[in-house]
Nanobody, 117 residues
Framework: QVQLVESGGGPVQAGGSLRLSCAAS????????MAWYRQAPGKQREFVAR???????NVADSVQGRFIISNDNNQNTVNLQMNSLEPEDTAVYYC???????????WGQGTQVTVSP
């Protein structure tokens, strides 16, 4: 059974930093495309960042230069370092995994990030 469990969210002031972590079980993160998405109140879920199977990364334009995604293969986690946070980053952040053939996709339960002005 695959489980993705996010942690590290919480309240933070604008300009601050948070580090989100997604602990995976039932899959090996380095064998999958691992990503973070977020959903703000009243808005659709949007892509934030991903680590591809070859280790390359992609980040959304809105977080470019502020957020860094990485896998920790020893811990089998995917982490999202978020710096220079803005109130617009307030959202529930979700971890996502996708298999090499895109047929097996899993979501975590999400972790709330709240950035105050």
């Amino acid at each position: 059974q695959v489980q993705l469990v996010e942690s590290g969210g919480g309240p933070v002031q604008a300009g601050g930093s948070l580090r989100l972590s997604c602990a995976a079980s039932g899959i090996i993160v380095s064998f999958n495309t691992m990503a973070w998405y977020r959903q703000a109140p009243g808005k659709q879920r949007e892509f934030v960042a991903r680590v591809n199977r070859d280790g390359s990364t992609n980040v959304a334009d809105s977080v470019q230069g502020r957020f860094i995604i990485s896998n920790d293969n020893n811990q089998n986690t995917v982490n999202l370092q978020m710096n220079s946070l803005e109130p617009e980053d307030t959202a529930v952040y979700y971890c996502h995994s996708s298999s090499y053939d895109s047929l097996r996709n899993y979501w975590g339960q999400g972790t709330q990030v709240t950035v105050s002005p």
